[in-house]
């Protein structure tokens, strides 16, 4: 079972626990003023390797290029 599947435990007192994984890396120039990391984004292209091998080398941030940001 990969770490981003959803996946159900048991905790100490017995209760049945859904939880699942979001894998992070420092934030790129776009997020670095909201917080100090951010979701790992894979590109279509990469996400064959990355479950495959899990390449550390692809655990980097999104170009801030590729990305926007709006007030909510």
Same mark, same amino acid.
């Given at each position: 079972? &990969?770490?981003? !599947?959803p996946r159900a435990w048991? #905790?100490? !007192? &017995?209760?049945?626990v859904n939880s699942f /994984?979001?894998?992070t890396c420092g934030p790129n120039d776009l997020m670095k003023d909201i917080h100090n990391r951010m979701p790992v984004i894979l590109k279509p292209e990469n !996400?064959?390797?990355?479950? #495959?091998r899990g390449s550390?080398? *692809?655990?980097? /941030?999104y170009g801030k *290029? @590729? @990305?926007?940001r709006f007030c909510l």
């Open positions: 079972m &990969g770490c981003c !599947e048991t #905790d100490p !007192e &017995g209760n049945l /994984s979001i894998v !996400e064959a390797l990355w479950l #495959d550390q080398q *692809l655990l980097l /941030s *290029l @590729l @990305l926007a």
